[in-house]
T-cell receptor
Framework: NAGVTQTPKFQVLKTGQSMTLQCAQDMNHEYMSWYRQDPGMGLRLIHYSVGAGITDQGEVPNGYNVSRSTTEDFPLRLLSAAPSQTSVYFC????????????FGQGTRLTVV | AQKVTQAQTEISVVEKEDVTLDCVYETRDTTYYLFWYKQPPSGELVFLIRRNSFDEQNEISGRYSWNFQKSTSSFNFTITASQVVDSAVYFCALSAFIQGAQKLVFGQGTRLTINP
């Protein structure tokens, strides 16, 4: 099993550019989410999805869009990158139910200059 | 509010010392789960343990042990006889229904450095 696959691993963007971070999982998990990790802030929830066609905002959604057309894929779009979006991004998936562990991708280190 | 606090930003100890990482949480729910994750220097997040709110038994796994106390809303993690390979950032997390949806809320993380 590949688990959760995130691409790319590293990315440098110029302010105002757009891009999509890809996330795919092969565990048939209903629940997927995106976090950003910043020093001293832990992991903060950006967006999440409880199943195909259903998405909702997390703690820090501004500047990001998501969609969930299939169970497997949950891409994160930056519409107009800003330096404040420089961060490490993690995609996670888990089975439905708050007792389940989350499986994480390897992370994407994004720098916006 | 659902919140997790890891007050220790960084801890540095010498190999073979015991070390305890603190985790304090806030929730109004009576049913919830607590987790610990490890993030080694390579960057991935690794699941360590899960504990539900009704199970206050301490857990031991090799050199790792966890102490869950509902009375103080704490879920502390102890590494006995620490090793250099234990160097990592450790996250405590709370899983509960928040605003009608299941969410996993993380603490700020504790960076643990084990010096040889």
């Amino acid at each position: 099993n590949a688990g959760v696959t995130q691409t790319p691993k590293f990315q440098v963007l110029k302010t105002g550019q757009s891009m999509t971070l890809q996330c795919a999982q092969d565990m048939n998990h209903e629940y997927m989410s995106w976090y950003r990790q910043d020093p001293g802030m832990g992991l903060r929830l950006i967006h999440y999805s409880v199943g195909a066609g259903i998405t909702d905002q997390g703690e820090v959604p501004n500047g990001y869009n998501v969609s969930r057309s299939t169970t497997e894929d949950f891409p994160l779009r930056l519409l107009s990158a800003a330096p404040s979006q420089t961060s490490v991004y993690f995609c996670a998936s888990r089975l439905q139910g708050f007792n389940t562990e989350a499986f994480f991708g390897q992370g994407t280190r994004l720098t916006v200059v | 509010a659902q919140k997790v606090t890891q007050a220790q930003t960084e801890i540095s100890v010498v190999e073979k010392e015991d070390v305890t990482l603190d985790c304090v949480y806030e929730t109004r729910d009576t049913t919830y789960y607590l987790f610990w994750y490890k993030q080694p220097p390579s960057g991935e997040l690794v699941f360590l343990i899960r504990r539900n709110s009704f199970d206050e038994q301490n857990e031991i796994s090799g050199r790792y042990s966890w102490n869950f106390q509902k009375s103080t809303s704490s879920f502390n993690f102890t590494i006995t006889a620490s090793q250099v390979v234990d160097s990592a950032v450790y996250f405590c997390a709370l899983s509960a229904f928040i605003q009608g949806a299941q969410k996993l809320v993380f603490g700020q993380g504790t960076r643990l450095t084990i010096n040889p």
